[in-house]
């Protein structure tokens, strides 16, 4: 079914957010996903965490696409 393979999605990109994370210290204080859609792209839940959360050095995604699939998301996100 369409959301079980969504759910396998996600599970398999947490999995491999977690082991690059572990691979390079860094410790996963939050995780974004964008199952069940939405009008505003999760990049700018991102955003707003790291901007409220002063101490977030890294934001980790699977693919550049997991984040946005907007030129002008991924310029708003290189103006922070």
Request: aromatic fraction near 10%; charge should be negative.
């Amino acid at each position: 079914s369409e959301v079980g393979d969504q759910l396998f999605d996600l599970h398999t990109q947490n999995k491999d957010i977690l082991g690059f994370a572990k691979t390079h210290a860094l410790t996963v204080v939050k995780s974004f996903d964008d199952f069940g859609g939405g009008n505003k792209p999760r990049l700018y839940d991102v955003l707003d965490y790291c901007r409220q959360n002063k101490n977030i050095a890294v934001a980790i995604a699977k693919t550049q696409t997991r984040i946005s699939r907007s030129i002008q998301d991924f310029q708003d996100w290189e103006s922070i």
